[in-house]
């Protein structure tokens, strides 16, 4: 079923010739195997965006959904901390605009609605196709200065529990996970767990060959983790050859 | 023919042909005749040379064909050209393992690689197996078989009895090295070079080396690979044998690489990748080239580290330092020494030198050589020290040759390893370096280097304790087909 499922998806990208998901599909992903997204919906206009942030509850993040626009902040196509419903629909127009002044011929699918995540602990996991060694699953500090720190752990399958023990522990900003000067130490379970749904994917699905959460908040011990936003990029050449 | 028994006939042919054969020792089949011949080859060696007559002292047969027994092993110092009708030769003598050396293949073009291709479908077909093409041979000390051209093989004193096998894709570097390490009297028993890896490639000679009862340390000299699972599965086929395979890995800049879109792609460049699967494998990484057998000998040592509290002594305050803050850099720990011994040494030494550890003998053992030996002996004695680095400075001349005979003797009567850095020029206390050498006690030229070596060991043994605890993962990966699916949603 699951399985189906994101099959389903990565032929529709494919008939419809595009490598890249949207983050509506790639958070459906994200859903179908397991890992915990912020509660996301998709708005087509600004009176749908006001009914959908009924259910989800203010402050709110909004995030332009098309799949010709694939660096959403490049486009301005991002805002957050949404308060209450006028900052909701002059966001909304605003975002639409943006969108349209980085992209003329931009097919807009609409606006994603989602609930705004605090958390003050950011890592990012990737997963990456070597042409020798296949899936490469990385994990490391997360956010935006992921390429300037360069703080991240690489493994290859197989990866043992162990390995991903090893991940958190090798990378530089270990001490913030493990509890630092007071702070909690971070959910490593829950991580854990990402990291294993990732590298099963990767060996289910050779048609993806680029699979990237970043970032994913990780709360205190117990509390889980959400992945804010996700990355996925398709080789279809791949498709059919699957390693099951 | 299973991989090994043919790299087994690669490393051990109790025959040999040699086609392209000559008189001439400037030529490649004619010095890879001259080295079979100077290390005392044991079994027959077969020239081929169409004019015929005799090489080298010995019979020359016109054609393959025309050898009287069935060569376990050929050797193909031949052009690119020649080489079908050679193979089809070989087919028809039921050889079944050739070492091609010839280059202008793959690494040269489209035309190469046509040929390449050609030759490897000819040798599957008649189930024949390839060592290069592009190799510069191979060499199995202990059993006298020194069929390479490499300039390496004229090197005067060549160690027996070693336990090093070490594997190169480069057959220029490599055989420069090779050379360098023999004369450092370091063990390499057996060395191959891989060359353009048309059929057996580093992973397959990787594997043999793991099997291989005689192998001890495997170094291999890396350009790259194009099979990552039959290389993993060799580290983990090592791992489970504790076998330690040193790796120095070059190609780092990653000019080039496709363009990728996340950065995950971006940060996960295949040199890096590489050094994550040495560190999740096991392979113990040399950054620079001099680590590769900075580590071997390391390794190839018979005292084994068990556990890494060291022990530090030396002639000089200032080399305490320095072998103390390496060990710090590697997170190794320096602990006191019992109380029983600051006893022992407060009795011994003189006023002026502090019983602790790092403990400085002082210019003392100038006067009284055998001093050294007395403080050595209560460090290996104590209960809190694993493992010591000595470091000799300016000892030279007779004295080292006692200190290096009093370490010798000391070092069979204990399992703790001691790792020597010598910073004297190896001119003034070449015979007392020798002697370590070939006891096989880790020297350096620097404590960096010896600290850095030791660091390596430590490393792997830490890796083995962590292989327990998931060398069960990992088997269900390689020598099982079924996968899980995934059972959440």
């Keep these: 079923m699951i399985k189906t499922a994101i099959q389903q998806i990565i032929n529709l990208s494919k008939e419809e010739c595009r490598t890249v998901l949207t983050e509506i599909e790639s958070k459906q992903i994200l859903q179908d195997i397991g890992i915990p997204v912020p509660d996301f919906r998709l708005a087509t206009s600004a009176d749908e965006a006001v009914e959908l942030a009924q259910f989800i509850g203010f402050p709110l993040a909004m995030k332009i959904v098309s799949p010709d626009i694939v660096h959403k902040s490049d486009a301005k196509g991002v805002m957050l901390n949404i308060k209450n419903e006028p900052e909701l629909r002059s966001a909304f127009e605003e975002i639409i605009r943006n969108a349209k002044s980085y992209n003329p011929n931009a097919e807009i699918t609409g606006i994603s609605i989602q609930e705004m995540i605090k958390g003050d602990k950011e890592v990012i996991v990737g997963m990456n196709r070597d042409p020798v060694f296949g899936p490469v699953l990385l994990f490391g500090a997360g956010g935006i200065f992921v390429e300037v720190l360069k703080d991240v752990s690489l493994k290859v399958l197989p990866i043992a529990n162990r390995d991903i023990d090893n991940m958190f522990s090798e990378i530089q900003a270990s001490k913030i996970l493990t509890g630092y000067r007071g702070s909690q130490p971070a959910d490593l379970s829950s991580l854990k767990e990402i990291i294993q749904r990732v590298a099963q994917l990767s060996i289910e699905f050779p048609e993806i060959s680029e699979f990237e959460l970043n970032p994913v908040i990780v709360y205190g011990q117990g509390n889980g983790a959400v992945a804010l936003d996700a990355r996925v990029i398709l080789d279809h050449r791949k498709s059919g050859v699957a390693a099951s | ?489």
Excluded at chain 2, 172 to 191: F, P, V
Aim: with cysteine.
């Design chain 2, 1 to 489: 023919m299973s991989k090994y028994d043919a790299i087994e006939k690669l490393l051990n042919p109790s025959s040999i042909a040699v086609v392209g054969a000559s008189h001439n020792v400037q030529k490649h089949g004619g010095r890879l005749i001259e080295h079979l011949l100077k290390h005392q080859y044991q079994g027959e060696i077969y020239p081929v040379n169409p004019k015929g007559g005799g090489i080298q002292g010995l019979a020359c047969y016109k054609s393959i064909l025309d050898i009287p027994k069935i060569p376990d092993l050929a050797c193909l110092l031949i052009a690119p050209g020649l080489l079908m009708e050679a193979l089809r030769d070989c087919a028809l003598k039921n050889i079944k393992m050739v070492m091609i050396h010839a280059s202008g293949f793959a690494e040269t073009g489209k035309d190469g690689e046509v040929l390449q291709q050609e030759i490897v479908d000819f040798a599957k077909e008649h189930n024949i197996r390839i060592c290069g093409p592009n190799t510069i041979g191979i060499a199995n000390v202990n059993n006298r078989v020194f069929a390479s051209f490499s300039m390496a093989m004229t090197s005067s004193e060549i160690p027996m009895g070693g336990g090093i096998s070490y594997i190169t894709q480069s057959g220029a570097i490599g055989g420069a090295m090779l050379s360098q390490g023999w004369e450092k009297k370091i063990g390499i028993n057996k060395w191959i070079s891989s060359g353009n890896e048309a059929d057996l490639n580093a992973s397959d000679y990787l594997e043999y080396a793991v099997d291989d009862p005689s192998t001890g340390t495997v170094c291999i000299f890396l350009e790259g690979l194009a099979d990552g699972e039959g290389f993993k599965a060799a580290l983990a086929k090592a791992a489970n044998k504790k076998k330690p395979v040193i790796i120095y890995k070059n190609g780092r800049s990653d000019i080039g690489q496709k363009s990728v879109k996340s950065h995950t792609g971006v940060l996960a460049g295949n040199h890096d990748v590489y050094k994550a699967v040495f560190k999740q494998f096991g392979a113990v990484n040399a950054e620079d080239l001099d680590d590769l057998f900075d580590y071997a000998i390391a390794f190839d040592s018979p005292n084994n580290l068990k556990s890494s509290r060291i022990g530090i002594i030396s002639t000089s305050g200032g080399a305490c330092t320095i072998v103390t803050d390496q060990c710090v850099k590697y997170g190794l720990d320096v602990p006191d020494i019992s109380n029983e011994s600051i006893k022992k040494l407060t009795e011994m030494s003189p006023e002026f030198s502090t019983p602790q550890n790092p403990f400085d003998t002082t210019a003392q053992i100038l006067n009284d050589p055998g001093s050294f030996k007395k403080s050595l002996e209560v460090f290996i004695e104590d209960k809190n020290i694993d493992a010591l680095v000595l470091m000799l400075t300016t000892i030279g001349g007779t004295i080292a040759s006692k200190v290096a005979e009093d370490i010798i003797e000391l070092s069979k009567k204990t399992e703790k390893p001691m790792y020597v850095a010598w910073t004297i020029a190896e001119s003034l206390a070449k015979d007392g370096m020798n002697k370590l050498r070939e006891a096989k006690i880790p020297l350096y030229p620097s404590a960096e280097r010896a600290v850095k070596a030791l660091a390596a060991v430590q490393q792997h043994m830490n890796f083995l304790e962590e292989w327990e605890g998931k060398k069960e993962e990992y088997s269900s990966f390689f020598f099982s087909s079924s996968k899980k699916e995934i059972s959440n949603s």
